[in-house]
């Protein structure tokens, strides 16, 4: 594999309310096309920082080659904006006219695209049920927030980390979290990780594009910061995943999979006070 990955971030000189100048960061974004041997099969907008691993996990996560041993080589050429994914057999992708022909454009950053190919290996995904506790979760989401480093410069990112307990084992940000998401499953796919202890954050919201990724990772639950689609639940019913978005703080909201969470750690109960003196108090109204 070659070692790509450009900086993340860009210095760029910006100009205040007050008419001050001052050096910011700004996000790489640059185009980048899949090609397998001679099959062109899509281009994605990038940081640009973990080029290969982004590449491995969208072939995995589309389900056009199933098997990594199958991959001879992954080699990036920025000066062509262009990554070369050369298999053994130098054939391309079985059935690849078939499974290119129909693509579903996404809500993803940026559009996604999944392939109808995709979709159909869905009803093959069975997984373990999650096991959560509250007083974990709460510390897994402090535990993320440390690993969002271009987020804290630059902005513009989404995170998506791979998580076992209160660790996060693996963490990427890109423009697109599906870029992100890919490009974890593209580290565990080259190391052998398996997904089903494992708890998948990410820090954009819960698509029916997200909760496909995850399931293809054999990953059994997703947490949020953000929200939940209503594509996105379903596909989270149908498969068994325990969903849980809204989560910052010691707030949460479980979507899906209540039983698979152990409430350990209960926050004490909000009181709200009387109105004061002279104000309308609406709720007689």
Known sequence: MSQSGLRPTHPVTVTNEYGEQSEQHIPGEFPLTIRIDDTEIVTLMTLGSQPEALTLGYVRNQKLIED????KSVHVDWERELVVVETQS??????WQEKLNRKIVTSGCGQGTVFSCT????????????RIKQSQLYELIREVGKHNEIYRSAGA????GLC?????????????RHNAADAVSGY?????????D????????????????????????????????HMGLE??????????????GKHFLIYHGAENVELDSIPPQRVVPPPTKGMLDVRSQ
Do not use: N
């Open 198 to 229: 494992k708890i998948f954050y990410t820090t954009g919201r819960l698509t029916s594009e997200i909760v496909m990724k995850t399931a293809f990772m054999g990953i059994p639950a997703l947490v949020s910061r953000s929200g939940v689609t």
């Open 235 to 248: 596909l989270a019913e149908h498969l068994g995943l325990t969903m849980i978005a809204r989560a910052k």
């Open 157 to 160: 990112v989404h995170g998506c």
């Open 68 to 71: 990594i041993t199958e991959i």
């Open 90 to 95: 130098g054939q391309g992708i079985d059935d």
């Open 119 to 130: 979709i159909d290996k869905l009803y093959e995904v069975q997984l373990p049920a999650a």
């Open 164 to 176: 076992l307990g209160t660790e996060s084992l693996i963490h990427v940000e890109d423009v697109g």
């Open 188 to 196: 565990m796919w080259l190391d052998g990780i398996s997904g089903d």
